[in-house]
């Protein structure tokens, strides 16, 4: 027993998370209307998770998503690999033409006074349409799995995404693994499928099978549908309005032993403070700040 988790001593995976996988474009410090070559990255919400837990300190960790077959899906394949995470794909064939494709991200860093500017092309996404009994969840599982992970993102891709995190968490949690959900919320990607009210709907049903939750004020508001916290923070870097909120969501979850996110005061687009903060089972805990110098904001795995 540990922070009010009951973590699996031995099991074949660390850690398994269910989400899309995307690939970004970044043309560096230079913005997209002037740019004229781009470097290719792949992440992914929930992979991001699985690959720097690999890369960092060598847990063994799996993904299970979407793979489109063409030459985009052997690239981020051949990614996934680099990064020591065992896939588990549902395989889609391209037409050649509309898809299904891997999500496209633009990004670009930014620099000084101008901030990163981030847009998407999620047309036609293959993690879309995951659904319940898509994985051989049985096999996955059947050495043990000691994690299981997921996030809003994924969640608010479709009707059915939800559906199949919900799935795998019931079984992941019959299975003793500690389940754990990003709320990462997204107003754009719930606007597609129904707007707040059926985020709200939506995430209530995830997070009830959940023991450990990440979110800022603002997803703690928005995904789970909790009123604003009466005492303001004195900067991005004070955790007082995120503790208020805490009785509220243990109140609406009981079951949840552990939330925690990160604080971020930015300066510039190239020097950040960054500290994290995190209630665990009662107790609240703050990370010493760190002074950052940013080279990629969005540069979250394959480095």
Known sequence: MKYGLNILPEAALDFVSIGGLVYRLDPGIVPFRKAIECKIHVSGGEFNVAANLSDCFGMQTGIATAMVDYPIGDLVRERVRAMGVRPFYKHFKHDGVAGPNIATVYSDRGQGVRPPVVFYNRSNEAAARLKPGDFDWKSIFGRGVRWFHSGGIFAA????????????????????????????????????IDGHDRAVEVIERIVKNVDVLLGNEEDLQMGLGIPGPAVAAKSKLDPSAFFAMMDQVREKHPQVKIVATTLREVHSTNRHSW?????????????????????????????
């Open 157 to 192: 891709l479709s009707e059915t995404t939800s559906e199949a995190i919900i799935e795998r968490m019931r079984a992941a949690k019959a299975a003793g693994a500690v389940i754990s959900f990003d709320l990462n919320y997204r107003a754009k990607l719930w606007k597609v």
């Open 275 to 303: 500290s994290a903060v995190a209630w665990i089972n009662g107790s609240t805990h703050q990370a010493p700040t760190a002074e950052l110098d940013v080279y990629d904001r969005d540069r979250k795995s394959v480095v």
